[in-house]
Nanobody
Framework: VQLQASGGGLVQAGGSLRLSCVAS????????MAWYRQGPGLQRELIAG???????SYADSVKGRFTISRDNAKNAMYLQMNNLKPEDTAVYYC????????????WGQGTLVTVSS
């Protein structure tokens, strides 16, 4: 399975962006999907996750501003980002985890989000 992330761009502080992550195959078998980001000079961090039941979780830094969702019919996951701040500037990666007899960890190629002040 391949993941294709898109939707990044340049936005002013306070603005919004919606990231998309489309899988080449069905996402219904994934145990979890998530968005990570890596800012300049920083380590990659987990910012939002979603499981098949629809339960979501967020890092404190984005809670209340970002919303993760998934659409199994479209094999897609989304990240709606509102009230963006300059510190949200990063490359955003989508991730999917499948656990069966082995653990398969899939990554998208990353999409750059730049928030200007």
């Amino acid at each position: 399975v391949q993941l294709q992330a898109s939707g990044g761009g340049l936005v002013q502080a306070g603005g919004s962006l919606r990231l998309s992550c489309v899988a080449s195959g069905s996402i219904s078998s994934f145990n979890s999907m998530a968005w990570y980001r890596q800012g300049p000079g920083l380590q990659r961090e987990l910012i939002a996750g979603i499981v098949p039941s629809g339960r979501t979780s967020y890092a404190d830094s984005v809670k209340g501003r970002f919303t993760i969702s998934r659409d199994n019919a479209k094999n897609a996951m989304y990240l709606q980002m509102n009230n963006l701040k300059p510190e949200d500037t990063a490359v955003y990666y989508c991730n999917a985890l499948h656990i069966h007899t082995t653990v398969s960890n899939y990554w998208g190629q990353g999409t750059l989000v730049t928030v200007s002040s």
